[in-house]
T-cell receptor
């Protein structure tokens, strides 16, 4: 593994189903993030984690939950999917949240369609 | 509210120079980032400005004026592979990134 991986690459999901998007990084970065990207809108932060064991809410957290049991993994769960959650989901990580550069590096994304 | 404005789309010619502008209104400022995103791919980091002035990195340069809430990304000697979306993002007082919707750059031969 090099960088950040996400799984699945794409998924079609029936409304009301539960879904977990996986994200793993091997850069030993402290901070991790989940964004959604919709046409015509900027990336919007769903949840973040500044370090293992802590999480925080972003701009659009409703309907999503996260956990950060260890440094490498940051799964995003949709408890009961709705069509408005159709989007491309990107996971990102950075060495130090709020640090001098705090450059975020992105995974390849998961394209999710909720019908 | 917080707002990042960029042009939706720009067209330029291979070999030419293009400037992509970004204006912002955010609660606090802790740096501005530019990312490149090819269609269907992840955003990749291009540049970071926290002080006023120009940062040059090869064919790409980024400028910041904090007093004007303004930045631009300058791309020189355009190549076809530069066809992509360019995303401007500002880190606010909570150290969260606020993203613009991106500028789609189309390069014509």
């Amino acid at each position: 593994i090099a960088g950040i991986t996400q799984a699945p690459t794409s998924q079609i999901l029936a409304a009301g189903r539960r879904m977990t998007l996986r994200c793993t990084q091997d850069m030993r970065h402290n901070a991790m993030y989940w964004y959604r990207q919709d046409l015509g809108l900027g990336l919007r932060l769903i949840h973040y984690s500044n370090t293992a064991g802590t999480t925080g809410k972003g701009e659009v957290p409703d309907g999503y939950s996260v956990s950060r049991a260890n440094t490498d993994d940051f799964p995003l769960t949709l408890a009961s999917a709705v069509p408005s959650q159709t989007s491309v989901y990107f996971c990102a990580s950075s060495d130090e949240a709020g640090g001098p550069t705090d450059t975020q590096y992105f995974g390849p994304g998961t394209r999710l369609t909720v019908l | 509210g917080q707002n990042i404005d960029q042009p939706t789309e720009m067209t330029a010619t291979e070999g030419a120079i293009v400037q992509i502008n970004c204006t912002y209104q955010t609660s606090g400022f802790n740096g501005l980032f530019w990312y490149q995103q090819h269609a269907g791919e992840a955003p990749t980091f291009l540049s970071y400005n926290v002080l006023d002035g120009l940062e040059e990195k090869g064919r790409f340069s980024s400028f910041l004026s904090r007093s004007k809430g303004y930045s631009y990304l300058l791309l020189k000697e355009l190549q076809m592979k530069d066809s992509a979306s360019y995303l401007c993002a500002v880190r606010d007082s909570n150290y969260q990134l606020i993203w613009g919707a991106g500028t789609k750059l189309i390069i014509k031969p």
